[in-house]
């Protein structure tokens, strides 16, 4: 039987998602060990990210292949504004600043913008975490700090969509189209993609340590 895609992205990227899901920050995350400024400092790094990357998507609203993957109610950066002024009050903007492995994200999101297949396996590499495994840090986060809808945790939360497991459903059957719509280079191409891109998200949490050492 022939692996879809979808599945095929999946299987050649698992280990790196483990990987991401290990590091130290998230870990004293998940055991409640970093107060509410240090969990910030991760939401700040997450609205340069997706800023960028909501950017990008409305940039290729039109295109054939791309436009397939562009989602208005995914877009993030109003929800890590409200997050963020709710960690860090109404100056939030004056408290941030991108690290410098962020900085390295962004730029490898502008840089792959005007390639399909680098803009998706990005998008997918940040949205199908988010849809997943970002909904159980979701509720642990609410039972640490005790968040509400309305600010601290509304990254994660996605009500525009629906049924979550649907809208997977359906971006995953998306990636299928776009793999037959591809060749065997553009297919492998976009796999490098995606494996660098969960490298270089690993390498914003490592760059959180200092938060976790901080918090020691």
Same mark, same amino acid.
């Given at each position: +039987?022939?692996?879809?895609?979808?599945?095929?992205?999946?299987?050649?990227?698992?280990?790196?998602?483990?990987?991401?899901?290990?590091?130290?920050?998230?870990?004293?995350? +998940?055991?409640?060990?970093?107060?509410?400024?240090? %969990?910030?400092?991760?939401?700040?790094?997450?609205?340069?990210?997706? !800023?960028?990357?909501?950017?990008?998507? /409305?940039?290729? *609203?039109?295109?054939?292949?791309?436009?397939?993957?562009?989602?208005?109610?995914?877009?993030?950066?109003?929800? $890590?504004?409200?997050?963020?002024? *709710?960690?860090?009050?109404?100056?939030?903007?004056? /408290?941030? !600043?991108?690290?410098?492995?962020?900085? !390295?994200?962004?730029?490898?999101?502008?840089?792959?913008?005007?390639?399909?297949?680098? %803009?998706?396996?990005?998008? %997918? !590499?940040?949205?199908?975490?988010?849809?997943?495994?970002?909904?159980?840090?979701? +509720?642990?986060?609410?039972?640490? %700090?005790?968040?509400?809808?309305?600010?601290?945790?509304?990254?994660?939360?996605?009500?525009?969509?629906?049924? $979550?497991? /649907?809208?997977?459903?359906?971006?995953?059957?998306?990636?299928?189209? $776009?793999?037959?719509?591809?060749?065997?280079?553009?297919?492998?191409?976009?796999?490098?993609?995606?494996?660098?891109?969960?490298?270089?998200?690993?390498?914003?949490?490592?760059?959180? +340590?200092?938060?976790?050492?901080?918090?020691?």
């Amino acid at each position: +039987m022939t692996t879809s895609f979808s599945e095929t992205l999946r299987n050649a990227t698992w280990a790196d998602h483990e990987s991401a899901e290990s590091e130290g920050y998230l870990s004293a995350l +998940m055991a409640g060990r970093l107060s509410e400024q240090e %969990y910030g400092e991760m939401v700040a790094q997450h609205y340069f990210a997706y !800023t960028a990357l909501d950017g990008v998507s /409305r940039d290729l *609203t039109d295109h054939p292949l791309a436009g397939g993957f562009v989602f208005p109610e995914l877009y993030r950066e109003r929800a $890590l504004e409200r997050d963020l002024a *709710t960690v860090y009050g109404p100056a939030w903007r004056d /408290r941030i !600043t991108p690290s410098k492995s962020t900085r !390295t994200l962004v730029a490898r999101i502008q840089q792959v913008a005007d390639w399909p297949g680098g %803009y998706v396996a990005h998008h %997918y !590499t940040r949205y199908l975490g988010d849809l997943s495994g970002g909904q159980f840090i979701r +509720m642990e986060l609410q039972k640490i %700090y005790g968040y509400a809808k309305g600010g601290g945790v509304d990254f994660y939360i996605f009500d525009e969509l629906g049924s $979550l497991p /649907r809208f997977k459903n359906e971006y995953r059957s998306r990636l299928d189209g $776009l793999g037959l719509a591809l060749d065997e280079r553009e297919r492998e191409r976009m796999i490098g993609e995606v494996k660098l891109a969960y490298q270089l998200n690993t390498e914003v949490l490592a760059e959180l +340590m200092h938060v976790v050492k901080a918090a020691a």
